[in-house]
Nanobody, 121 residues
Framework: QVQLVESGGGLVQAGASLKLSCAASGRTFSSYAMGWFRQAPGKERELVAAINWNGGTKDYAESVKGRFAISRDNAKSTVTLQMNSLKPEDTAVYYC??????????????WGRGTQVTVSS
């Protein structure tokens, strides 16, 4: 059974940084792409960043390009999202997700429970 556990959320002021981490277990982590999604109140869930199986391909939402960075450590079965220059509009619940395949464009099949990120102005 796949388990994804996020950590690192919190309340910060605009301009600050946060690092989210996701620990995965249950199947061969290095075989699958990983993604970070977020959902703000009243809005649809959106893809923030994704990384393919070996870290060679990274995709970002336009709204976070240049501020957020996704990375993975296959030896530790973890994926992280470094978030810099945070803005109030980044406030959301952030979810870690595992793809059904090695590339970033496939279906995200497994989800964590989410971690709250709140950015005050």
């Amino acid at each position: 059974q796949v388990q994804l556990v996020e950590s690192g959320g919190g309340l910060v002021q605009a301009g600050a940084s946060l690092k989210l981490s996701c620990a995965a277990s249950g199947r061969t982590f290095s075989s699958y792409a990983m993604g970070w999604f977020r959902q703000a109140p009243g809005k649809e869930r959106e893809l923030v960043a994704a990384i393919n199986w070996n870290g060679g391909t990274k995709d970002y939402a336009e709204s976070v390009k240049g501020r957020f960075a996704i990375s993975r450590d296959n030896a530790k079965s973890t994926v992280t999202l470094q978030m810099n220059s945070l803005k109030p509009e980044d406030t959301a619940v952030y979810y870690c997700a595992q793809n059904s395949g090695a590339g970033t464009l496939g279906q995200y099949k497994y989800w964590g429970r989410g971690t709250q990120v709140t950015v005050s102005s």
